[in-house]
């Protein structure tokens, strides 16, 4: 009886919600557009990001071109980040820079791009399981990257460019593992041409990353059993050189050439 209880007053409560929702839809209609705003603003700092989605879209709709219309065009932007709705977040970022290129709030809209693709393909187990990422596709983070190198080309003085500076290292970082673990998969498939020519974007591309030492590894590793030893021994010398202790070099010198 307790339970039929809870959930006939649980689907009241639903009901009640609906139309409540409906009806403050209805009224809506009739707002100003100062009320509307307001209403949408109020939404978005409760984080009630749903509900602001839905009064800023509206609000776009009746006043395209209103008083509100370039700082709602923005929070629209960030309330779809922050529903997760990641392409409708950088569809609208790209909007305000196409149409508010002077707005004293432009490098936001950069940021925000970067930000958005930087979270993108985060699902619930990325967040809560240890899963390496930089066995996961890339295209995402690779976009992110050259987002925040455009703010930092365009607006080095930005109030964003601290924080953008510090992802852009994590993601340059993945990206470098991302290859090399490409790389590694080259070689166990017998690829070595392919293992040493991805390996060698690594140097070329990311130097000082934490994978740049394994890159060389794999790229003598790789010109030892093409039999190029000229290429291995440069790799290897390299590598002795700036990681004197790396295992890597006892196992460039166990391969066997047959």
């Known amino acids: 009886m307790t339970i039929r209880f809870f959930l006939l007053a649980l689907l009241l409560q639903t009901g009640a919600c609906s139309f409540f929702d409906s009806d403050e839809d209805d009224s809506a209609k009739n707002w100003t557009v100062d009320r509307l ?24 709709t009746r006043f395209p071109f209103g ?22 977040a950088v569809s609208a970022c790209d909007r ?21 693709n930087f979270g993108r393909g985060k699902g619930l187990t990325e967040r ?9 596709d890339t295209s995402s983070a690779l976009r992110a ?9 365009k607006y080095p003085d930005s109030q964003y460019i601290p924080d953008a500076q510090k992802r852009m290292v ?17 070689m166990t498939r017998g ?29 003598a590793k790789a010109y030892k059993v093409l ?18 202790n790396h295992p890597g070099l006892n196992e460039v010198a166990g391969i066997v050439v047959r």
């Open 227 to 244: 039999e190029l030893n000229d290429l291995s021994g440069d790799a290897l010398r390299v590598l002795e050189l700036n990681y004197p």
């Open 191 to 219: 690829a070595y041409v392919a293992a040493a020519n991805r390996a060698r974007f690594v140097v070329e591309t990311y130097p000082k990353t934490p994978s740049v030492p394994d890159a060389l590894v794999l790229m």
């Open 128 to 136: 809560f399981l240890p899963l390496d990422t930089s066995q996961r």
């Open 37 to 60: 705003y307001n209403e949408a603003k109020g939404s978005l700092d409760a984080g009630y990001y749903s509900k602001a989605v839905k009064y800023y879209e509206f609000l776009e």
């Open 96 to 116: 305000f820079v196409r149409l508010y290129p002077q707005n004293p709030h432009v490098d936001y809209a950069y940021y925000l791009r970067g930000l958005t």
């Open 145 to 153: 990257f050259r987002d925040f190198t455009e703010l930092a080309r």
């Open 67 to 88: 008083v509100y219309g370039q700082q709602s065009l923005l929070d629209l932007a960030y309330a779809y980040y922050k529903t997760e709705d990641f392409d409708a």
């Open 170 to 186: 994590f993601l340059r970082n993945l990206l470098a593992q991302h290859e090399v673990h490409v790389a590694n998969y080259y």
